[in-house]
């Protein structure tokens, strides 16, 4: 995935569409940023929405993944964040 040890590492996870908030977690990434918080952040999935995602600072825009590349991909964050206001068939485990 590229992060250091050291790297507090926040994941989302998900579709990239309006109902999965994708405002919320841009919002929480460049108030990091803003406030000189050490992080990265890493992002999975696709949608429509990758193009602002993939313009917030530190920042790793993964696009999908699955099976062990997906299973690395969570082992790798010390936070999961998932912003979504709806989420009717819950996959993310």
């Known amino acids: 995935m590229g992060f ?3 790297d507090v590492v926040i994941l989302w ?3 990239l569409v ?3 908030r994708p ?3 841009c919002k929480v990434i ?3 940023h803003e406030r000189k918080i050490p992080f990265k952040a890493l992002v999975v999935g ?5 193009a602002e995602v993939k313009n917030l600072p530190n920042t790793v825009f993964a696009g999908w993944m699955s099976g062990d590349e997906l299973s690395t991909a969570y082992a790798s964050c010390d936070i ?3 912003p979504s206001a709806v989420e009717t068939f819950g996959n993310v485990t």
């Open 46 to 50: 696709q949608g429509p929405v990758e």
């Open 30 to 32: 460049r108030k990091l």
């Open 18 to 20: 309006p109902e999965k």
């Open 4 to 6: 250091d040890e050291n």
């Open 23 to 25: 405002d919320i977690f």
């Open 13 to 15: 996870c998900g579709r």
């Open 80 to 82: 999961f964040l998932f």
